[in-house]
């Protein structure tokens, strides 16, 4: 969740260490340190709040540059509030660390060492680390033994970055469950919690893997497993930009990001699709889908809502039975696993812990597994049977617009590709379908060319203090996804609901304060839709539709107003009315003033249980 960045054999580190650091302020934090060797000693600065706070600090008090080592750390906290006590890295008597993940068993870890004259100074979990670590130094062992001591008396998840006070020319890293890269240069090396951390440095890394340990000088990198044998880890060429990372003039990434959907749609088509539009082309999978009798998505928050489209169109087109679970609770009702199932974990990070824990059960269970992710390098790209790639590029927004939309469109080519295999799909009805899907690029740049009319829509809802989301059939998760949104980034309490559940409980809460957003296209469920909405309005409810013209015109005028959408087939509905909630959220927020692009307490990159 939080951001890792380390380098040695730099002539300014402290200075590296913060630009990495602020190409992973997307994935959310609440405080930031950096610490380097000097005399023999750590020299390390902390601060609260954004990593602007440390920025000035050091402008004011700046560390030493004398060695060419560092390491920083933006921390979202998790045990012990956000305060500069708190905050990475955290010291012991040889070393000090940064962390990311959680150390679950460190209350009896703390205790014992506290018993054996160690002071802890946080209320973090982390601190046990560095004790450990000093521990095993005082008892005798050498740096790279006692660091793979310390690996294997916690139990947990964690990425780590290590420096010891009497060694400015070596860095160490380790990882378990959490993500952790290794990036190579010509005369440094550098540790990262993500690629794009080290793009404007350099483009080839290496992946640790399960309770690795890394061992970095200025021109070297070795690599040695939990028994302290050494072995190979194959490089990569990531090709982020230093430049994708940049907000192209928009106010904020979310709004970038939103903007940049008709483009990620087009490349998506692109790679997916033949030349003639005609066929889907989708890599080589070690299974058969013709063979698969059931699917499981397994996923969270907004990857979550995507699932819940994709079922839809998994059972109306693959007559496929589909389950969908939210992915913190799947490995805990022990699900029964068809070996003739297959299950599709949906990030887009590709490394949300709850995401990955099921794709252990999964595997461990011998059934099929296929990862829908945005990051090709990441954990469940590598662990999971086989990978379908989103193509988004670099989502820097922690609330998700880009990467949900290409979540649909590639498991809506995923739907299509299925029930072909399975013949319950002729040429003729693929082909419409496909025809559908290509024109979505340009029905979103129609809806993007009317965005203005959503600030209007988003002045009026800005003032409440709670709102209710409401569809029917596939536009029933994105009801749901347009609540999230709002609850994200403006912090106005919102409910997504299906139409026909209102009047069983929701209903009790409308009144003229309450704005609702239905979400309604042309086809079979219009006309219980159009009740649904009558049924608000005849209590006075403030009622926004968003729809296609003829559903809107059927609808008729509502009192908080509407807003169209293209007229497409009820299939591709879904993608195009992701754009409007996602904008009527960014309005509403930056009304609100909130920090759009980090929103409070939330994380890009969920990597903690």
């Known amino acids: 969740m939080c951001g890792i960045f380390g380098v040695i054999g730099a002539k300014t580190p402290v200075q590296d260490v913060l630009e990495g650091l602020g190409r992973l302020e997307y994935r959310g934090y609440d405080s930031a340190g950096v610490a380097t060797v000097s005399n023999g000693a750590i020299a390390m600065t902390r601060s609260m709040g954004k990593l602007q706070s440390l920025r000035d600090k050091l402008s004011t008090t700046p560390l030493p540059n004398s060695c060419p080592i560092a390491i920083g750390h933006t921390r979202w906290a998790t045990h012990g509030e956000p305060s500069e006590t708190n905050a990475h890295p955290h010291q012991g008597p040889d070393c000090a660390v940064v962390h990311n993940g959680i150390i679950e068993n460190y209350q009896p870890l703390k205790e014992a060492l506290t018993s054996e004259g160690f002071v802890f100074q946080s209320q973090t979990d982390t601190e046990v680390v560095p004790m450990l670590i000093s521990k095993f130094i005082k008892e005798g062992k050498g740096k790279l033994d006692a660091v793979i001591e310390t690996l294997n008396k916690v139990e947990g998840a964690f990425a780590l970055g290590i420096v010891f006070n009497d060694d400015p020319d070596t860095l160490f890293a380790a990882r378990r469950g959490s993500p952790l890269l290794t990036g190579h240069g010509d005369t440094q090396n550098y540790i990262a919690s993500d690629a794009i951390a080290v793009a404007p440095f350099t483009q080839k890394v290496t992946y640790l893997e399960n309770d690795d340990v890394a061992v970095l000088t200025s021109d070297s990198v070795k690599f040695y497993d939990k028994t302290g044998t050494q072995v190979e880890r194959a490089h990569k060429i990531v090709n982020t930009s230093a430049e994708a990372t940049g907000k192209d003039g928009f106010r904020h990434f979310m709004l970038k990001e939103i903007h940049q959907q008709p483009q990620v749609m087009t490349t998506i088509l692109d790679h997916y699709l033949d030349d003639q539009h005609k066929d889907i082309n989708l890599p080589e999978m070690p299974f058969n889908l013709a063979d698969i009798e059931q699917l499981n998505f397994v996923a969270c928050g907004t990857s979550c809502y995507a699932a819940m489209v994709a079922r839809y169109w998994f059972e109306e087109l693959a007559h496929t039975q589909v389950n969908v679970d939210v992915a913190s609770e799947f490995r805990y009702r022990n699900p029964p696993l068809n070996l003739k199932g297959l299950s599709i974990f949906i990030s887009q990070s590709g490394e ?53 939309t290409a979540q649909l469109m590639v498991l809506a080519l995923l739907a299509i590709k299925m029930a072909e295999a399975k013949g319950h799909l002729d040429a003729t009805k693929r082909q419409e379908l496909i025809s559908h899907l290509v024109k979505v690029p340009a029905q979103m740049m129609q809806v993007l060319d009317h965005a203005s009319e959503l600030e209007a829509m988003a002045e009026t809802i800005a003032p409440a203090t709670s709102a209710l989301y409401l569809g029917r059939g596939a536009l029933f998760p994105l009801a749901l996804e347009g609540a999230l949104k709002l609850k994200e980034i403006s912090y106005i309490h919102a409910e997504g609901a299906a139409s026909g559940e209102m009047k069983h409980g929701l209903i009790a809460l409308v009144d003229d304060k309450m704005p609702i957003v239905a979400l309604a296209n042309s086809g079979p469920l219009l006309d219980k839709t159009i009740s649904n909405v009558q049924e608000v309005m005849a209590r006075k409810g403030r009622m926004y539709l968003i729809a296609d013209k003829n559903a809107a015109d059927t609808a008729g005028e509502m009192n908080g107003g509407t807003f169209t959408v293209p007229e497409t087939s009820p299939f591709v509905a879904p993608m195009l009315q992701a754009l409007p909630i996602q904008l009527l959220a960014y309005h509403v927020a930056v009304l609100k003033g909130t920090d759009v692009d980090q929103p409070r307490n939330l994380a890009k990159s969920v990597t903690v249980e």
């Open 352 to 404: 949300t812990a709850d995401t990955l824990a099921g794709l252990e059960l999964v595997k461990g269970a011998g059934q099929h597994s296929l990862g829908l992710v945005n990051v090709p390098t990441s954990t469940i790209a590598r662990d999971a049977d086989s990978m379908l790639e989103l193509l988004a590029g670099p989502e820097i927004g922690v609330a998700s617009t880009k990467a949900f």
